[in-house]
T-cell receptor, first 115, second 116 residues
């Protein structure tokens, strides 16, 4: 399967703990995106990378959130000092920047539950 | 800023009947419009897109959508719904300017329930 992979699929943590999620995009895609989705809502944009450069961050992304894509391939999203309000599905997507390749390919997501 | 509205939380339709899921958008430049479908415990799957050209675009699984610039709408349609079409449907928009990257803004989603 050469789609977008996310790990882990599920994460349960206690409030105040740090968590890190990983995303492996489709190999030839140079753009990578993180979204957050809560139950019954549409995905909300968090941040995106063009290669290793983080080009945009949403105001939703507080100082407790940090994302990296060190070699322009996989990406990690870390949440420090988790809060119950961080409970959500975290979706990763990738795309090419070539014309005609505008669509995003999504992974299955990481479901975070903060107790 | 760009935004998407999906006015119906849920659409119920009998199998074999036409299905329509409504979407309106707001964007400052030329809109790039998308529909995605989400099945339980799965990621979003691309259905179709409008970038330019014919206002009626055809996509996966027999779905189509009509771009209406004057009404700023991009409604999703299927002539004959199947029970397997029951899922959560999302409309999304991005600004057509290159600087926007491919960042999409999604609507709140519409749950489709097709009854046998």
């Amino acid at each position: 399967d050469t789609g977008v992979s996310q790990d882990p699929r599920h994460k349960i943590t206690k409030r105040g703990q740090n968590v890190t999620f990983r995303c492996d995009p489709i190999s030839e895609h140079n753009r990578l995106y993180w979204y957050r989705q809560t139950l019954g809502q549409g995905p909300e944009f968090l941040t995106y990378f063009q290669n290793e450069a983080q080009l945009e961050k949403s105001r939703l992304l507080s100082d407790r959130f940090s994302a990296e894509r060190p070699k322009g391939s996989f990406s990690t999203l870390e949440i420090q000092r988790t809060e119950q309000g961080d409970s959500a599905m975290y979706l990763c997507a990738s795309s090419s920047d070539l014309p005609g390749n505008e669509k995003l390919f999504f992974g299955s997501g990481t479901q975070l539950s903060v107790l | 800023a760009q935004s998407v509205a999906q006015p119906e939380d849920q659409v119920n339709v009998a199998e074999g009947n036409p299905l329509t899921v409504k979407c309106t958008y707001s964007v400052s430049g030329n809109p790039y419009l998308f529909w995605y479908v989400q099945y339980p415990n799965r990621g979003l799957q691309f259905l179709l897109k409008y970038i330019t050209g014919d206002n009626l675009v055809k996509g996966s699984y027999g779905f189509e959508a009509e771009f209406n610039k004057s009404q700023t709408s991009f409604h999703l349609k299927k002539p004959s719904a199947l029970v397997s079409d029951s899922a959560l449907y999302f409309c999304a928009v991005r600004d057509g300017i290159k600087a926007a990257g491919n960042k999409l803004t999604f609507g709140g989603g519409t749950r489709v329930l097709v009854k046998p």
